[in-house]
Nanobody, 117 residues
Framework: QVQLVESGGGLVEPGGSLRLSCAAS????????MGWYRQGPGKQRELAAN???????NYADSEKGRFTISRDNAKNTVYLQMNSLKPEDTAVYYC???????????WGKGTLVTVSS
């Protein structure tokens, strides 16, 4: 059974930092592109960042320079370090594991990040 379990969300003031973690089980973690998506209030889910099996990273324009995605294949975990947080970063953040070649696509249940003073 595939499980993606996010943690690290919470309430933070503008300008603050959070680190999200996603622990994966039931998949060959190192073979997957891992991603973080977010869905703000009244908005569609969008890509925040992803990291390929080779370690290449991709970020949404609004997050470049503020967010850093990384993975630890030994721990089957992907991280999202978020700095200089803004109120518009408020969203539910979802972990995604994808292997498009085989049509594999899995989602976590999400973790809420609220940026507010």
């Amino acid at each position: 059974q595939v499980q993606l379990v996010e943690s690290g969300g919470g309430l933070v003031e503008p300008g603050g930092s959070l680190r999200l973690s996603c622990a994966a089980s039931g998949i060959s973690f190192s073979s997957y592109t891992m991603g973080w998506y977010r869905q703000g209030p009244g908005k569609q889910r969008e890509l925040a960042a992803n990291i390929t099996r080779q370690g290449s990273t991709n970020y949404a324009d609004s997050e470049k320079g503020r967010f850093t995605i990384s993975r630890d294949n030994a721990k089957n975990t992907v991280y999202l370090q978020m700095n200089s947080l803004k109120p518009e970063d408020t969203a539910v953040y979802y972990c995604n594991a994808a292997w498009p070649r085989y049509g594999f696509d899995y989602w976590g249940k999400g973790t809420l990040v609220t940026v507010s003073s």
